[in-house]
Nanobody
Framework: VQLQASGGGSVQPGGYLRLSCAASGSILSINAVSWYRQAPGKQRELVARITSGGSTNYADSVKGRFTISRDNAKNTGYLQMNNLKPEDTAVYYC???????????????WGQGTLVTVSS
């Protein structure tokens, strides 16, 4: 199984970006999907999470600005980021609990990071 994150880039404050996280491989089902971020010199932190049932939770710092979603048919998760601020600058990582076939098991997977830079 692989998670491929994309959509990062450089934007000005107040701008927006949409991150995508596509899962591929022998996937039976994708459970929770999460986005984390790590800014320079800081620990990785949870930004948003969505369960298989669609329940969501967000870090206080992004509530009202970021929206996490998923398309189960495409095995893809998204993070819509609006009204971006300089403090949102970080490498963003997607994470998912995935149940695979052959062998049948559930494990946690990380995608590679995608850099988001918010600067004027």
């Amino acid at each position: 199984v692989q998670l491929q994150a994309s959509g990062g880039g450089s934007v000005q404050p107040g701008g927006y970006l949409r991150l995508s996280c596509a899962a591929s491989g022998s996937i039976l089902s994708i459970n929770a999907v999460s986005w984390y971020r790590q800014a320079p010199g800081k620990q990785r932190e949870l930004v948003a999470r969505i369960t298989s049932g669609g329940s969501t939770n967000y870090a206080d710092s992004v509530k009202g600005r970021f929206t996490i979603s998923r398309d189960n048919a495409k095995n893809t998760g998204y993070l819509q980021m609006n009204n971006l601020k300089p403090e949102d600058t970080a490498v963003y990582y997607c994470n998912a609990d995935i149940t695979t076939t052959g062998p049948f098991r559930t494990a946690n997977y990380w995608g590679q990071g995608t850099l988001v830079t918010v600067s004027s």
